[in-house]
């Protein structure tokens, strides 16, 4: 457990060190979340088991809209050949004109400890992804695409395979309210490891109250994958529907 922690733990104190350093660095903001959650559900598939998940986040932006970020969440180990955790490292570009907001960047899914037997294996991989966002008097409306390249870590067999993601977003406080709500529905296009070996729809209902710097979640998570298609650890179906629970702190 303590390997599993240790680097998510050292997120949430970078990130809980951010505001101090923010105010040092004018042209900079930094900002951190640390999030416990019932369940670490990624496109819809669960990432530990159905167990949970805890996880931290920190980013650098500039003013001109370039940012870099990580994020680190524990992980069941059949994700990465035997790897417990994730980290993402990110960089990318934001945008806003009117109330249009533009982003790009690249992802890379690091996966510390991934092996087996000895022997190294392939489960680190590059994504590019690019979206759009329209606000609509309080809400959000989103359209995102996720590209992974030909690759070793997404392969099935022999072949380097990529994969395609697009997934379009709906969001809205509540006018007058600490509360928000969401929907999201997703498509996976092309069949690699890391969509199970299936193209496959997800979608997503959500609710969240914030009060201060917490926010506290609640989530219906679905896939379109058959029943007990899809096995994590001990025979658990990864991708059937459930209610997902989270807590965060954003400093």
Known sequence: MRKILRPVLGLAFLASAAPAFAEDTKPFTVNGTTTLTSDYRFRGISQTNKGIALQGSMTVTHSSGA????????????VA??????LDLIAGYKTTVGG?????????????????????YYSDFLELYGSVAQTFGPATAKLTANYAPKQKALTLDKAKLDNLYVNVALSSPI?????SLSAAVGHTFTKSFLSGGQRYTDWSLGASYTT????????YVDTSYAKNVLLGRDGRDIAK???VGSVGVAF
Not at 67 to 78: K, L, N, T, V
Not at 212 to 219: I, K
Request: net charge negative; charged share 15%; no cysteine.
């Open 67 to 78: 940012y870099a970020s990580i994020w680190g969440s524990s992980i069941d180990d059949y």
């Open 175 to 179: 006018p007058n309210t600490p509360f």
């Open 212 to 219: 201060g710097p917490v926010t506290f979640g609640l989530s």
């Open 100 to 120: 249009t907001t533009f982003d790009m960047g690249g992802l890379y899914y690091y996966y510390p400890g991934s092996s087996t037997g000895g022997k190294k």
């Open 81 to 86: 050949n035997g790897g417990d955790e994730e």
């Open 241 to 243: 529907a459930g209610l």
